[in-house]
């Protein structure tokens, strides 16, 4: 078949025509497509950060409250550890405070006890010292009565010595407190006697006979102690030694109303005592 040729180079014109336009339409659909596949793709990535920022931002919230928790219980440990620190101090103190009122205690034991050997031990010394001087004294009260027993009966009491001069060695008349010569012989006696001793007291006690009244018998019994305690300090006696005691009628010798009982109630003894022995214990 034969074409004109003008009517064939319209149709290859019109073919040329079409095609750029069907390409100009598909590129505008790729686009489309790109682009949207575009938007897709950013929405999904915008997702997913969205999501990991969520996550982290969880995790952070997580570290924060696992922190907070952490510096509670290190500030708890902290406090603890103050405690414990605090009463491991005060036991230290205390331990230490116990251990120097114990070496206290134990020093004022130890001083307590020497002290207390100390005093037994001057105790006993002081006890052995008593021994020897009562031993001494004793040997003494026994010396001075073996002598004054040959002038005057002499005998031993609890207290020490008594020494009764009776009618048969002082002879006082009848209301009478003077001492006669031979009286004065026998005193000098006793004098020499007891001026070779020491460390005694002598108590030198007056009596009388029935006759007279209380009152006067009392006077007349001091009368008669003092004159007998007199020579003896002018004999050379201290007369510190000496003490006077009027018994009167009180104390008789003898009981009854002859002249002979009342020749031996009319006397003055001597009580002797040694200063260096104790009595009564």
Known sequence: MRHKPGSTSLSLQSEE????????GTGRTILVAILLLLLVGLGFLGYEIRRRADAVERQLAGLSAQTDQAAALSRQALERAAQAEASARAAAEGRQLAETQTAEA??????AQQEATSA????ARAEAEAAQVRKKAEA???RLEAALGQIAETRRTALGLVMSLGSDYLKFDFDKADLRPEDRELLSRVAGILLTSQDYTVSVNGHTDD???????QKLSERRAEAVRDYFVKSG?????????????????VRGTSEEARAKNRRVE????STRIRYGR
């Open 17 to 24: 025509t079409s095609e750029p336009a069907r390409g100009s």
């Open 106 to 111: 134990r020093a004022e034991a130890d001083a």
């Open 211 to 217: 006759v007279g009244t209380a009152a006067y018998n």
């Open 237 to 253: 006696l201290p007369a510190e030694i000496f003490s006077v005691i009027g018994h009167g009628k009180a104390l008789p010798l």
């Open 140 to 142: 003494e009260l026994n």
């Open 270 to 273: 001597l009580a002797i005592a």
């Open 120 to 123: 037994r031990e001057t105790a």
